[in-house]
C-alpha cells in the first residue's frame, strides 16, 4: 500500500497502520494510529481534523453496546488531552440525541466525569450539559433508565465541583415547595452538599425548609429512600459544618437553628415513615437517623422526646431487618445519656429484655453484622450499667435463673463484659455478680459451664472473689474431673466429637491459671496449695488431658515456685502414692516435647515444667537441666512450626535423654524409665509423632541399660505383641531397635532368635496372639519386617559387635527369611510381593554399608557377595519394562551400587553384566520423566536416572588398570580406558534409538559419567589416542537434538573432554574467560530458538575443532559421518555442520588427508536418503575445495561415468560457492580443444574417457549455479569446448556400462536413459545455454534442436539451428564464439570442419558477420567448400550461399556469377539429394536479388534443371524443385514469358499431379508453383479452386474437380497441351506413389471426357491404354478402380468417334464401363486369384445384355 504523502494524509478509520515517509517533506506527518481500545494517540490526534475525532468517539461508545469495555474513559481522557473543546462538545451532542442508546449515554457521562478532573469545559457547553443532565436525571421511570439516571445524577454531583453555582441554581429550580420533587434531584442534592459542605451552608436552610413541605406528601417507597438518603448527607454535611464553621464565609449557623429545620422531619422519620412495611424505607431511616440524631441529641430539651421513642425503636427488632442499624442508634441515644439526665428506669428493663434475646445464637444467624450487632449490644449494656448498675444486675440474675441455653451464656458473656469494664460503682454490687454466678453452677450445659468458668476469671481478675479455694476451685476442679472422664469415652459419642468438653477443659486450666497467677486468698494457704498441686500433678499423665497440658504446666510451673518458696518441698510436703513417679513425668513430658508448637506451644511448657520440678523430684540424672533446658527453649523460640526440623529436634531430646540416663548413679532408674516408656505406647496412636518419638525414647533407654536379660525380656515382649500388619508401628519398633542396637546388638539378636523360634514352633497354629489367623502372604509382613530388624540392628550396631556375628548369623537369616517367603508364596522371582522384595534390597544395602563402614578400622572379607549380587541382578531382570511403578529398580541398583564397594572385587564381566543389565532396565522404560505432570510417578523416574548413574560411576571405578602399566607409565589411564569402553559398548546403541527418551537418559549417564571422570584429572592424564575425536565426534550430533535437556548434556560432555583433553595445553582452552564462553555455550543449547541453538552448536565445533590433535581428524570425521542417518534429521544436520567446522577451522591441516576425506564423504553421501542432510554433506566438499580445489576437481573426475546421484550432488556443490568460476576454468584447461587436440585425434579412442568426464563436470557446475549471469565470460569458451567435444566425440550409440549399486539421477519410478557420450555431451552443452542463454535454449526445446545435436545425422542441422538461435540472442557471447571457431574452418578434421562450416553457414546472412570482418573468407570457404569431398560440407556451403542471399542481397549482385555458378553445378552434376536440395532453395533465395536480365537469362535453362528434379525420390528434393520453379514462374518477365511459358506446358501434368505428393511439403510447394504458373496457360476463374481442402482433402474430389476445370478451358483454349499432357500423363501412371498414379488415372479419364472425338481419333491412345491396363492388379484398389473408369471412358470416346454402337446406348454409363473394363483386363494369368469384383460385374453385364 503506497505511504501517503504530506499532502495526502487522510482519515479514513479502516486505514491499516503504515509507516510515515519522510523522503519528500520533512513536515509529513504520519496518519493517526488507534490504540488497542479503539483510541488515538495524542500526536496523531493532532494530526487529525474535528471529524476524525468525530470518528473516534463514535467509535468508542459503540463498544458500550458490546457489553462495555473498561478503558472507553481512557480513550475518551486520551482523545480529550488533544481536543478537549471537539470531544467534549461531541459528548454532549451525544447526549441530546434520542437516538443514541443508553449505554452510549452513560458511557458518555462517565468520559465527561473523567475530563472533569483534569480540565475545565467551556461555559457555553457547562450550560448545555447541566440541562441535558437535569433532564434525563428527572425523566419518568418509564422514559429513562436508571442507570441512565444516575450517570447523570453523578455527572452533575462531579460538575458541582466545579461550577457549584450553575449545578446548585438547576437543582434548587427543581426542589419547589410542596412539589414532590424527583428521585435522582433528592439524591444529587445530597451528593453535591455532601460534597461542598461550606459552599452549600446558604442553601441549608431553604432546602431543609422545602424538603419539611414535599416530606408528608412523598408516599412512595424509591422517593422515601432518596429523601432519606438525601436527608442523611445534609445532616452529615451539617456536624463536618459545625465542627469546622469558622472555615465558612458565610455567617454562623448554630445548633439550635439546624435542629429546629430537623426536628419536624425525625419526628415524621420516627412516626410515619418508620413502622411502614416496606423494608427497604425503614433500613433507609434508621440509616438516617443516626446523622439527625447527632444533631439533635446534643440539645438536652430534645432528649427527653427522643427518649420517649425508644419503645417504637424496639419494636422494630424481628421485622427481618439487620438489627445492627437498630442497635446502633440505640447505642447512640444512651451514649447520649449522662448521669445528668439518664434514660427513665422504666426503660432499662424493656432495652434489657430486648437485647438479651439478641445475644443469643438464635437471634443473630439470620443477620449479616451479627458480630458488629454483638459488639454494639454489650456496649448498649455498658451504658446501662453505668446508668443502672443494680436494676441491669438485677435482670441479669433473673434471667440466668430462669433462662436456659443461649440466654444464659449470652447473659454471662456481657456480665463478664461489663465487670471487665471496671463500671464506676460496680463493685458495691459485686456480691450481686458473685449470687448471678453462682444461681447457674448446676447447668450441664458445655456452652453454659465454659462462660460461667469465664465469668469466674473475670470475677478473679476484677478482684470481685476474695478467696477462692471454696466454689471456684471446686467448681474448676469438677469441670476439669467432668470433661476428662468424657473425653476418655469414644469421641464419637460426644457432641462436635468432644470439642465442647475440651473447650471447658481449656478454659478450666485457663481460668485456674488466673486463680493462682493472681495469688487473691490461695497463696496463703499452704494446705490449698498442696491439695491443688498433688491434684494437677497427676493430671500430667493422663491422655485426656494432653490438648490442655500447655495451661496446667504453666499452673504447675507456678505452684511449683510458690512451693518452693514455702520450702515444703523436701520436708514438709509427702507425694501420696497415686502421685506420678519421676520416670513417669520424665517420659511424659518428654513426649509432650516431640510436638512442641502442638496445644498452644506446649513444648516450651513441658520442658520448664520439668526444669521447676528439678529441685523436688530429680537427683543426680538432673544436675546439668538448668543449663541443656534453657538451651533447647531458646532453640524453640528461634523457630516456629513451618522452620522447625523435627528430625534435628528429635535428636535434641533423645541427646538430652541419654545425658540424663548417663548421669544416674541408680542401677535401676533406666531399666524403669524403660518399663514406664512401654507402658505409655498404647496411650498414642500408631502414626502420631508422639509414638515415634516414644519409641525412639525406648530405645535410647534399652541401650543404656545394664541389664542385658532385662533389655532382651522387653525387646522380646515388644516383638510378642507388635501388629506386623500395621506399618507405622513397624517404624515405631525399627527406630526402636536401632537405637537399641548401638550398645545392645546381642540382645536384640537374642530377642529375634527367640521370636523366629517361636513362629516356627506354632507354623501351623500360629500361636502368637496378634498373628493369629494370618494369611500365608501376611505372615510374610513379620518375615519381611524381621529382614528390616537385622538389617537396621547390623546398620548401628558397632564394628568390633557386628563383624563376628555379621557372615555367621545375620546375613544367613537374612537369606533365609527372603527365600523361605518366596516359597511360602509359591511364586517365581517376577511375581514376588513388591514390598518384600524392597525389604530385602535394603537389607543388603545396610549390610554393605555396614560391612563398609567396618572395614574402614578392620578390614573383612565377606562370603556372601556374589550370592547377594546375583539375588540383585535377577530381581532386576524380573522388572517389567513396560512401567516404573515401584522403586525396585531403584533401590536394586543402590544395594548393587554399596554392594560392590565390599572388599571382594568383581571380574571385568561381572561388572560388564551388571551394568549392561541395570541400562537395559532403566533405559527401556516409557519416557514419564519427560512429561509435564509432576508427581511421585515423575519423581520416581527421576530419582531412578540419578541412581543408574551413580552406580554406572561406581561400577567403573571398580575396574582395575594391569598393574604393569601402572608401574611403568604411572599415568591414570583407567578413565579413559572405561569411557572408552563405556560408550561404544554399552551407550550407543542407547545414543542411536528412535526413541528420545532412550537417547535422552544415554546422554545424561554419559554427562555424568564424563563429570565425574574429570573431577579426577590431574597433569598426568591421557586420553588413548583417538578417544577423544571418537567420543567428540559421538556427541556432537546430539547438541542440536530435538530435546533439550539431550543438548544440555552433549554441551556439557563435550566440555568435559575439552578440559579433559587440554589438561596439558593450557594455552588453548585454559583461563577463566574461555570457560564462561563454554558455559554459555552450554546455555544457549537449551534455548527455544533454533537458530540460537545452532549458533551455539557451531561454536561448540569450533573449540573442539580447535582441540582436535592432526592425527585425530580422520577418525573425528569417520565418527561425525558414521552417525549420519542414526537418529534423527537435527542430528544429521549437526554432523554434518560440524564437519563443515572442520574443514573451515583446520583447513590447512588437511592437506595430506584431502583423498582420504572425500572418499569417506562420498561413502556416507550414498548412504543418505535425506535431501537436506545430503545437500550439507555435498557442500562440505565444496568447503574443502576452498583450499584444496586442484586435489578435489582431481579425485571428482576420477569417478566412473554416467555420473551418479552422488556425483551430480558434490559437483552441484562446488558451483553453489563463489569460487565456481575457478572451478570452470580449471575443468576447461583439463578438456582438450583446438590443434593440440587435433594433433592427438590418432588417440582420440583411447583418451575419450577423461575429456567426457570433465564434460560432464561442467554440466553439472553449470547446472548448480544460481543464476546464469554469473557464467560471464566464460560462456563462450564453455560453448566452443564442448561443440568441439561434440564434434570429436564418436558415433557410436553403445550405452557407458552402468555400475551396479550406484545409483543414477532419473525420474522418480523410472528407469534410467541410456547414456552415450554424445547424449553427455549434449546434457552439459544443454545446461550451459539453459543458464547462461535461456533464450537459445528455449529456442532448441522447441525444435528439437537437442536430439539433431545427439544425432550425428543431424548434426550439423542441430549446429545451425544453434547458431541461428545465437544469432538472435545479442552480440557478447557470438563474437567470442566465432573467434574461437574460425580455425575450424581450415581444420585437417573433417566433423570439426563440419561444424564451423554449419555455424558460419548459418550465420552467413547475420548483419554482424560483415562487421567482424569474416564475410570474405567465410565466403570463400563456402565456394571452395562446394566442391569438396564431404557431402556435409557441401550442402552447408549451399545453405550459407542462401543464408548470404537472404541476409546480404547487395552481395549477391556483387559475387552473382560466382553464387549462381557455384550453385547450379550440383544440379548438373552427381550429387547428394541433400546439396542438391539446398542448392535449389539457395537459388530460390538468390532469385529475388538477382536483376531481370539475369532472372530472364536464366529461367529457362534453371527451369529445365528443376523439372529434372520433380520426380525426385527425396521429398527434400521434390520440394525444393518445385520452390524453385515457382519462384522463377513469379520472377519472369513479361519479354520471358513466352520463353518460360514453354517450360510450364512442359511441367503442367508434373504440377497438376504432384498437389497430391505424399510428401507435404512438396505438395505444398507445387500447390504455389501452380498457381504462379496457371496466368502463363491463359487459365482463369481459378480462384475458387485454390484453398487448403484442395492438399488435405483425402477424397482427392477438389483436386479431381480442379483438374476436370483446367482441362476443359485448356480443351477450349490449347487443345494441342491436352495432347501433350495425354504423353506425361502416361509417364505419371508408373509412379511410385500411389497419391500420384491415382491422380494420374483421373487425369487420363478427365482428359478423354474433355477432348473432341476428331481429335480422339487422331491421338495415339496406346500407350496411355497400356499404361492403364498396367495398373490392374495395383496395390491399391482406388487406383485400380481409378485406371478401370479412365480406360472405359477412353474406350466410349473412341466408340462415339467411329460411331460405332455399344452398350452405352441401351446400358447406363457406369454399367458400360464395367462391361469394356471386364474385357480389357480379361487374361488368363497363372496362379491368378479369383475374379474380383470387376470379374464378377463384367460377367454379370455380359449375361444380361
Known sequence: MARPGPRTRQCDPRATDSAPDFRHSRSARPRPRETRDGGVTGEDMRASPVHCVHHRISKLLRLADEGGHKDIAAGIMQAARVQPAAVASLLVQILQ??????????????????????????????????????????????????????????TLAALAGSYFGPVMRELQKHLRPFVLPAEFTLLTLGKVMAASVYRCVPFLGITL??????????????????????????????????????????????????????????????????????????????????????????????????????????????????AFYITKVLGQILQASSSNNPIPEVHVEAISHTLSYQVTSKAQWPYRLCRENHTEISHVFLQLARSHPSELLGIFHRKLEMGRGDTRVGILAVMSYVIGAEVLGMASWKHLCIKSVKSVLTDGNPRVRVAVLQAIGTLVSAGYLDKVEGWPLNYIALQLAVSANSLERPMRSLPLGGLLEKMVQKTSLATLEIIIASGRGISQVRDAIGELWVRLLGYVPRTPYTDSMTPLCRCLRILAAQRQQHRQAAHDCREPVASPTPQQLLARLLVLSASPFEGEGRGVAALLLLNALRPEMYGDEAEQWWMEIPAMVQYLDGHSKFSLDQTTWEHKLLEFLQKTLGRSKEGGWSQDLSHELGQQMGSYANASVEKAFLCKALGTALAMSKDVASVTGQLRELLRMADYLNGAEMECLDSCLQLCAREQLDAILRALGDFEEEMAEGEDSWHLSLCKGLAPQERDRVKSTLLLFYSRAAAQAPPQQLLPRLAEEIVPKILHHYSTSSQVLGLNARQMDTALTLRFIESISAVSLAVQRSGESQPHEFPHKQVLLSQLLEIIKAEPRSSLLSPVRQEAMVAIGHLSKVKQPLSCEKNQELMEQCLDSVFSLPPQEFTEDVGPSQTLYASTMATLEGLMQILLEEEETPERLQRTFRVQLVGGLLIALLCPQLLQRWLVSEQVWERARAMRVSTHLLKAYLQTVTITTQIPPGQFSTLAGTLGPYTCDSLGSIRQGAGDAIGCLLDIQVAQQPWTLRGRDKAWALRRVCQELQSADPEEVWDASIKLAKLVSRALPKAEILPFTQTLLESLGAVSQACDQASVLWFH??????????????????????????????????????????????????????????????????????????AAEDFFQDILKDLLDRIPSGPAAEQGAETQEVAVANPLSVVCAIGEVVMGTAVGDALGS???????????????????????????????????????????????????????????????????????GWHLLEDPRSFPEGVSLLARALGQVGDAPLDRILQLLSPSLSSPCEDWRVTGTAFYAELLGHPGLQQRKLLRPVLEHLVAGASDESDSIRWLAARGLGNMAQGLPHKVKTHRQLLLDTLRRPLAEPSSPQVVGESMRALTKALGQLSESDVGRLSQPVAAQARAHFPHEDSAVRAAAFGLFGALASSAQQKHRQLF????????????????????????????????????????????????????????????????????????????????????????????????????????????????????????????????????????????????????????????????????????????????VGKLFRRKRKGRPPAGPLDTAESESVSSS
Not at 443514541?100 to 461555559?123: D, H, N, P
Not at 422526646?305 to 425503636?313: F, R
Request: charged share 20%; glycine share 6%.
Open 209 to 322: 425548609t422545602t424538603m419539611q413541605t414535599v416530606m408528608r406528601g412523598i408516599e412512595d417507597s424509591r422517593r422515601r429512600g432518596a429523601f432519606c438518603t438525601a436527608l442523611e448527607c445534609m445532616c452529615g454535611a451539617i456536624s463536618t459544618y459545625l465542627r469546622s464553621w469558622e472555615r465558612s464565609t458565610y455567617p454562623q449557623i448554630t445548633l439550635q437553628r439546624f435542629s429546629e429545620y430537623l426536628l419536624p422531619m425525625y419526628q415524621d422519620l420516627i412516626s410515619a415513615w418508620l413502622p411502614s412495611e416496606d423494608m427497604e424505607v425503614k433500613l433507609a431511616v434508621l440509616q438516617a437517623l443516626g446523622p439527625v440524631l447527632n444533631i439533635l441529641l446534643p440539645r438536652k430539651d430534645l432528649q427527653n422526646q427522643i427518649y420517649g421513642d425508644i419503645p417504637l425503636l424496639l419494636a422494630q427488632y424481628g421485622e427481618n431487618i439487620e
Open 1141 to 1214: 567446522t572442520l574443514l573451515t577451522d583446520r583447513a590447512t591441516d588437511l592437506t595430506d588427508t584431502v583423498q582420504a576425506i572425500l572418499s569417506i564423504t562420498s561413502t556416507y553421501l550414498r548412504c543418505l536418503e535425506d535431501p537436506e542432510p545430503r545437500g550439507l554433506l555435498a557442500q562440505a566438499v565444496s568447503l574443502l575445495a576452498q583450499h584444496h580445489q586442484e586435489a578435489v576437481v582431481t579425485y571428482l573426475l576420477q569417478r566412473p561415468l554416467p555420473l551418479d546421484k552422488d556425483s551430480k550432488e558434490l559437483w552441484a556443490a562446488l
Open 1541 to 1716: 511459358a514453354g517450360e510450364v506446358r512442359s511441367s503442367w501434368a508434373a504440377l497438376m499431379l504432384h498437389q497430391r505428393d505424399p510428401s507435404p511439403e512438396a505438395a505444398t510447394a507445387c500447390y504455389t508453383a501452380f498457381q504462379a504458373c496457371a496466368p502463363f496457360l491463359g487459365l482463369t476463374g481459378l480462384e475458387g479452386a485454390f484453398d487448403s481442402g484442395l492438399l488435405t482433402g483425402a477424397s482427392g474430389e477438389r483436386h479431381r474437380h480442379l483438374m476436370g476445370h483446367v482441362c476443359k478451358q485448356l480443351a477450349q483454349k490449347d487443345p494441342a497441351l491436352l495432347e501433350s499432357l495425354v504423353t506425361e500423363t502416361s509417364l505419371h501412371l508408373h509412379s511410385r506413389w500411389e497419391g500420384i498414379r491415382l491422380a494420374a488415372a483421373k487425369l487420363a479419364g478427365i482428359l478423354a471426357e474433355n477432348m473432341e472425338a476428331p481429335h480422339v481419333q487422331q491421338l495415339d491412345l496406346g500407350t496411355l491404354l497400356c499404361s492403364l491396363r498396367a495398373l490392374h492388379g495395383d496395390p491399391s484398389t482406388a487406383v485400380e478402380i481409378a485406371a478401370a473408369e479412365a480406360v472405359s471412358t477412353i474406350s466410349q470416346k473412341q466408340r462415339v468417334a467411329l460411331q460405332e454402337p455399344g452398350p452405352s446406348h441401351t446400358a447406363p454409363r457406369s454399367q458400360g464401363r464395367l462391361l469394356f
Open 97 to 154: 440525541q434520542d437516538e443514541v442508546s443508553v449505554r452510549q449515554k452513560v458511557a458518555a457521562y462517565e468520559g465527561l466525569r473523567t475530563m472533569l478532573l483534569e480540565q475545565r469545559m467551556e461555559a457555553g457547553l457547562i450550560g448545555s450539559l447541566i440541562a441535558v443532565a437535569s433532564q434525563q436525571m428527572r425523566a419518568a421511570p418509564e422514559e429513562a433508565l436508571s442507570e441512565l439516571q444516575a450517570a447523570a445524577s453523578d
Open 1274 to 1344: 566464460l560462456l563462450p569458451e564453455l560453448c566452443y569446448a564442448l561443440l568441439y567435444q561434440l564434434s570429436c566425440t564418436p558415433d557410436s550409440d553403445t550405452p557407458l556400462p552402468s555400475r551396479a549399486g550406484r545409483p543414477l539421477a532419473s525420474p522418480k519410478g523410472a528407469a534410467p536413459p541410456p547414456s552415450t557420450p554424445r547424449s553427455l555431451t549434449v546434457a552439459a552443452l544443454r545446461a550451459v545455454l539453459a543458464k547462461g542463454l535461456q533464450d537459445v535454449a528455449r529456442t532448441l526445446d522447441k525444435e528439437r
